[in-house]
């Protein structure tokens, strides 16, 4: 019989620290060819919501299954969350249910611990100085994932929403500075999340330091920017899928578009880094950029990694369909 988890029993199983090395996994079996996954396939459902499929097979860890998700900006004007999910997953020998969860949490969470994997390899040793653009859903997670992987001195917080702001740095358990505006929080900072919903640019190049290290995450379809295109231009850019990137990322369809560059300015998917296929850093002196359009492998693994620590925990419910 599958095993149903709610977000409360993934909440008690899965820990940030051994969610950060699935995604190191994850990413590197995608980019491996281990990783049987189409683009996710989204339906438009009236301005900026979209529902979308997104299914995945793991050759070498036998994860079979399909995340399906709603995206819907304006649920944030009626205090539910923008993005909510349920995760299936399959036995890979026999095709049966195995395990239905909440997909929102995990979603949540596998975003930062990928975001965390980047910082790993792309941020600068010594980076001292944190910026968060955001103070949702998103913020909350990374505040808590990329300390995981780099000593930061400083954190600094900027929200288009001063209450939002101003509730973020109250909740955080780390000293947050809040920022006076987006540009104040960006400059000279060493790591800079953009978390917010932006659908244009929410950053802009002049205000980056070069040895940066930016982490995109928003502005999932084609018709959408977060980024000046300047910046994507300077960067050393990496994506967690390049076909994704090609076919959902406004930020670098819409400048390909307007030749500012090509597909090769894409330098390489985040896990030929993990796997030393590519290079990451050059230099401390170069600004690096992930854009991260979130994938479902990433989901898949972290669903499988649930699953099997709420066995062991004795958490969740059998279910008879």
Not at 127 to 139: K, W
Not at 176 to 197: E, F, L, P, Q, W
Not at 292 to 312: F, K, M, N
Request: charged share 20%; proline share 5%; net charge neutral.
């Amino acid at each position: 019989m599958p095993l149903w988890l709610t977000e409360s029993d993934i909440r008690a199983v899965l820990s940030p620290a051994e969610l950060i090395g699935a995604m190191e996994t994850a990413l590197a079996a995608l980019s491996s060819g281990q990783v049987v996954q189409p683009v996710r396939t989204a339906v438009e459902v009236a301005g900026r919501s979209f529902f979308a499929l997104m299914p995945a097979f793991d050759h070498q860890h036998a994860i079979l299954g399909a995340k399906l998700v709603t995206v819907f900006p304006a649920n944030a004007g009626k205090g539910l969350h923008t993005h909510l999910a349920a995760i299936s997953l399959f036995d890979a020998a026999t095709g049966e249910l195995v395990a239905v969860m909440d997909g929102r949490y995990i979603t949540e969470v596998r975003t930062a611990a990928a975001s965390a994997v980047s910082v790993k390899y792309l941020a600068r040793a010594d980076a001292s100085i944190l910026a968060i653009l955001g103070s949702g859903v998103q913020a909350r997670s990374h505040l808590a994932a990329l300390p995981l992987v780099r000593k930061f001195t400083e954190i600094r917080a900027w929200s288009p929403t001063a209450s939002h702001l101003e509730q973020f740095v109250k909740d955080s358990a780390l000293p947050v500075h809040a920022a006076g505006s987006a540009a104040d929080a960006v400059r000279g900072a060493d790591v800079i999340v953009i978390a917010t919903n932006a659908v244009e640019p929410a950053i802009e190049n002049a205000w980056v330091s070069d040895g940066a290290h930016i982490i995109a995450i928003g502005a999932c379809r084609p018709s959408q920017q977060e980024i000046d295109p300047a910046l994507v231009a300077r960067a050393h850019l990496v994506v967690d899928s390049k076909p994704a990137a090609l076919q959902e990322s406004g930020d670098i369809v819409k400048p390909i578009a307007e030749g500012r560059f090509t597909a090769a300015h894409i330098q390489s998917e985040l896990g030929e880094i993990v796997t030393q296929k590519k290079p990451g850093r050059q230099t401390p002196q170069e600004v690096t950029l992930f854009k991260s359009l979130g994938q479902a492998i990433e989901d898949l693994v972290a669903a499988d990694l649930a699953y099997r620590r709420a066995r062991e925990a004795g958490r969740g419910q059998s279910l008879k369909l």
